[in-house]
């Protein structure tokens, strides 16, 4: 059986695949608890360390169409179930096709030949491919065409054909649509799924931490598992709320202002730049970013001012200066390292001049990327 993950959810394909993993175990199993018998300890652990055994992971960036079918077509000793799992073939595959010159091209051909055998896999054998195939964009600049299987393919140059393998039958192939869910709109998709999810951990959820876990991490799924799995330690027994969200989650946006603030400290521009792409992506504004370095330069002074007062623990700080939590006073201890108290004022003036002038008329993006090289200029002070 072929099992199709393209343009899947990296946590969702993750868990699908374990899954698909979790049925192959079952399938060697079986024989030693046919007509209702009890398996002993031996021989399940035998038939793990079999399954092991015939248990593959293919690299599918290197391979070739023809390893993997001789390798997906071998039947073993005993008939025993086989899996197969490779990830990344189609999109290096699709590559090689865009560089041909025509659809007689070797790789034309490793790809007609690896479809057309695929029917004929063993019934033993299970063979899960994982790609991400993202549109490709036309020499006009517009986005390729997209086909009913969801999967975009291009007009303006040679693609792999993806309809073969989606179109293959369902006693064949099994294809899987496990989209990222969607943040926010009518039907909230990404909140329906952290509530299941967390329902499926037995965890129960209250207040607001729903929308704070989406506003704080937006979808990236493996870190709101991990940060669930966080949560259900700390509370114990009794429901997550709020407050505990507020303690133990970092706001990716707050993430990313640190990262800018990093940048700044260590005089890195590649790194504050970099950070500032990633939050301009993000659809962070102009004047927020300005109000959340501020910030974080208003806490550095705090910090460093509470140093000099003999305060050394970042827990002693955070309750001398009234901080939410220690984990913006950990940050600060470490960037006020960098500075002197002088060296902070003068950063201080200078985003002065900088929001002036955002309030004045001059373009904001702009007066905030002169601020990031100016800043990134100064001499900071090594620890």
Known sequence: MLHLLLNCDEFLASQQIAAIKQQFEAAALAPYTAGGRAITSDNRAAALAGAAANTMEIDGATARGPDILAAAMTVSLF???????????????????????????????????????????????????VDQLPARRSTK??????????????????DLDIKALTRLPADVAIQYNLPTPRVGGRDAALEGW????????????????????????????????NE???????AGDRPIVDADVRLLVADMGEEAIWGLTDGLSERNSAKAFRTLAELWADDKTPFMVMGSIAANYRLILRVKAAQEAGLRSAGDIAKAIGARSEYPVTKALRVAGLYSSG??????????????????????ELEIELLVADLTLKHAKQP
């Open 141 to 158: 600049g517009k986005d390729d065409e997209e086909g009913d299987d969801g999967i975009q393919g291009s007009k303006s140059r040679l």
């Open 228 to 234: 669930l799995e966080k949560l259900a330690l700390y």
């Open 343 to 364: 060296d902070l004022e003068d950063v201080m003036e200078r985003m002065l001049d900088a929001n002036q002038a955002m309030v004045t008329g001059a373009d904001p």
């Open 79 to 129: 008939a025993e179930p086989r899996l197969i799992i490779v990830r990344g073939y189609l999109a290096m595959l699709r590559e090689r096709i865009a560089r041909s010159k025509d659809e007689t091209s070797a790789a034309f051909l490793e790809y007609e030949a690896f479809v057309k055998a695929l029917p004929d896999l063993p019934a033993e054998t299970g063979l899960v491919l």
């Open 194 to 225: 952290i509530q299941e999810h967390a329902t499926r951990k037995g965890l129960r959820l209250h207040g607001a931490v729903i929308h704070m876990l989406t506003d704080r991490i937006g979808p990236d799924l493996r870190r709101i598992d």
